[in-house]
């Protein structure tokens, strides 16, 4: 959340109290346009719970399109990474990351795999046949 100063430019908006650390309270709301003012307590939504680095990582995530490889190039790192980040912005938003899916154990061997991508790429085996054997099928 960010506020425009005299100067035009957008501060950051504090969201803790800089005397006790517990979350501030928005409790008026006014119109540079009207000059209406109201008062009450508001409250931010939930990205205003997430930090500079969350904020930045959620800006690269929606600038990728939800494309994780795409986050991997732009940040310039690995797919756990990625995915542990976006994990801690879920967490920091007030929600529970869904578990992880349990990974498929690896049926086929490095060097199984070549020989049937080589069987493949030979035409010995069809793709049908290659995919059912890296399954282990």
Do not use: W
């Amino acid at each position: 959340m960010f506020e425009e100063n005299e100067g035009g430019a957008l501060n950051p908006v504090l969201q803790l109290c800089p005397v006790c650390g517990e979350m501030l309270t928005v409790t008026e709301l006014h119109c540079r346009s009207c000059d209406t003012t109201i008062h009450g307590h508001f409250q931010f939504g939930r990205l205003a719970q997430l930090n500079a680095d969350h904020l930045q990582f959620v800006e690269t995530f929606l600038q990728s399109e939800g494309k994780i490889k795409a986050v991997e190039a732009r940040l310039g790192i690995s797919y756990p990474t990625v995915r542990a980040r976006l994990r801690d912005v879920i967490t920091a938003m007030g929600f529970t990351p869904e578990p992880d899916a349990p990974e498929e154990p690896d049926s086929a061997s490095e060097a199984d795999r070549r020989r049937i991508l080589e069987d493949l790429a030979s035409g010995n085996i069809s793709s049908d046949e290659a995919i059912a054997l890296l399954r282990g099928s």
